[in-house]
């Protein structure tokens, strides 16, 4: 009968190979001198921020639309089509006017 702690095995060298470089990749955003923002009532706010709004409210509207017209009923997997229209649509507003 074995005491202790199970062997573990130790980490493969070819994964740490790729693995660093991989992790430093992620830290690459870092390097930029700022987000894109603007000013509004004298603060700074992320640009982000302003597209995630629109499609929140492109969202909401999709899905008054889709009540408006009798497509709710008709329509499988409302919250999902919901927020794609709203992931589109922010998506564009920030390639439109930040990129």
Do not use: D, N
């Not at 702690?5 to 493969?12: D, I, L, Q």
């Not at 660093?20 to 992620?26: E, K």
């Not at 690459?28 to 706010?45: E, K, N, V, W």
Request: proline share 8%; glycine share 12%.
């Amino acid at each position: 009968m074995q005491r202790g702690c199970p062997k573990t095995e130790a980490p493969r060298p070819g994964a740490a190979r790729w693995a660093r470089p991989l992790v430093l990749l992620g830290l690459t955003g870092c390097a930029h001198p700022g987000a894109p923002s603007f000013a509004l009532f004298g603060a700074y706010f992320p640009a982000w921020m302003l597209c995630v709004l629109l499609g929140i409210a492109a969202s909401i509207g999709a899905r008054v639309l889709f009540v408006a017209t009798g497509l709710a009923g008709a329509l499988p997997f409302q919250l999902f089509v919901c927020m794609s229209i709203g992931l589109c649509f922010a998506l564009l507003a920030w390639l439109s006017w930040f990129a």
